[in-house]
């Protein structure tokens, strides 16, 4: 609506200012009703370019039609510098070569008058709707149609001049008509200039300036965020695109760069409105833990680890673990993808003190990982005895281990053969979970014994208050 407006209004200016070019003579009445003209094109294709660079991205414009806009713009600065040229052209060849009749008046002068205050308002109602709804197009509009009220103000001090050099027989006033025309066309292409230069930076995707610093700047300071490495930003219309490459710590779950991704992009959309791309690199993060690097090993297999621990043993590091591997592989095909952990570890930093990598130590403990799920036998007569007897004797234990503090929600089943027994024991909330780790691991050993019978036994251990 706006953009129709704007045509409307430059039609409305091109109709009065040809009237006052063929009543009055003046090159520059003619030199306005040129840029009117102008105007009225310029309208029409901001208009046009308006409408297509809202249409949605499809599968021959992935990044949208915003690019129209540009182009509109870049359409409308070579209009306003031939319409300079033929000015200046004009111009001087009045000033130096042939003399024109002028015939001004107050009529002209306030039809002028009521251009500039069309132009004024055109200006600012274009200035608005391109601030609610950003739009390049609507922008480079506004600031055409802003100029045309002071080059109107040029002519109008021109005209002025000759009639008054016609009233008071100043015949050298004549050349104030030409030199305002010159002044209209260095207006022209200051504009012309300006606005050049921006569709044409749109066009080259040239970075706006400062955005990409700001950008890096904002994404550092997010948590999970190693460093940025590099950051582009292109302009399409009133859109922008942003790629970003971050580093990671190389530990980090899936999970947690997801989310660290969906974080990077609403912190670039706080900035300005974008299409955000982020793409993660992995890096060992300043000072990384021993146990972190060898779980992004791991990771990078394609392997799980769990219970890592490392100590000193007769003056060289000995690292320990569990691997869990496919349980269908066979014995040789596991303590290869073992063997091959093993190798890579050693040659971590820290771990082997010299240049012989035998004297860091790496015993791998290799189980299956549960990919199975068993039916529970059908035969679970004796079951529920054993799980009261299980928690009458756990119950028994808090005098030995002052940590447990009672067992509750015990079951037990016969699983493929086995029996298994699981439960539920309420302890000292504020205990250190490596200390809980122990009494745990201890209060399996000590149900084994008393229930030989019980193949495995998992503890589940909780918080009293949370009991």
Known sequence: ?????????????????????????????????????????????????????????????????????????????????VTSVYIIVEAFSRLLFKQVHLVPSGLAIGILLAAMCIDLVRSRALTRVAREFPSEALEADALHFSTDVWSTFVVILGMGAVWLGQRFGAPWLE??????????AAIVIWVGSRLGKRTLDALLDVAPPGL?????????????????????????G????????????????????HAISDEVEKRVGEIVPADVM????????????????????AARRGLSVHEISADQLDGRLFIEMHLE??????????????????????????????????????????????????????RQGDMAGLGRAIEDYINTLPREFHELVDCHEV????????????????????????????????LETRVKEKFPQVARVTIHPEPVEER
């Open 1 to 81: 609506m706006a953009a129709l407006g704007s045509i409307g209004s430059a039609l409305v200016l091109l109709g009065l200012k040809v009237f006052l070019a063929v009543a009055t003579g003046s090159l520059g009445v003619l030199s306005e009703a040129l840029h009117s003209g102008l105007d009225l094109v310029a309208a029409i294709l901001t208009w046009l370019s308006v409408r297509v660079s809202d249409r949605p991205a499809d599968s021959g414009h992935t990044y949208g039609h915003g690019k129209f806009e540009n182009f509109s713009a870049f359409v409308e600065t070579g209009l306003l510098l």
């Open 175 to 184: 050349a104030a008509d030409p030199i305002a025309a010159l002044a209209v």
């Open 212 to 236: 990409p610093e700001r950008v890096t700047e904002a994404v550092e300071g997010l948590e999970g965020v190693i460093s940025t490495e590099r950051v582009r930003v292109r302009r399409a």
């Open 238 to 257: 009133n859109k922008h695109f942003v790629d970003v490459t971050i580093s990671v710590p190389r530990s980090t779950s899936f999970e947690q760069v």
């Open 278 to 297: 982020v793409h993660m690199e992995p890096r060992a993060a300043a000072g990384e833990h021993l146990f972190d690097a060898i779980r992004a090993i």
């Open 325 to 378: 591997v496919d349980e269908r592989l066979s014995l040789r095909e596991a303590h290869r993808r073992a063997t091959e952990l093993e190798e890579e570890v050693r040659t971590l930093p820290g771990v082997a003190p010299s240049s012989d990598r035998t004297d860091a130590k790496v015993n791998i403990h290799i189980e299956p990982l549960g990919t199975h799920i068993a039916s529970v036998d059908g």
């Open 411 to 442: 079951h037990v089943r016969q699983v493929e053969h086995k029996i298994l027994a699981s439960c539920h024991c309420a302890m000292d909330g504020g205990l250190p979970i490596t200390q809980i780790h122990d009494v745990t691991g201890e």
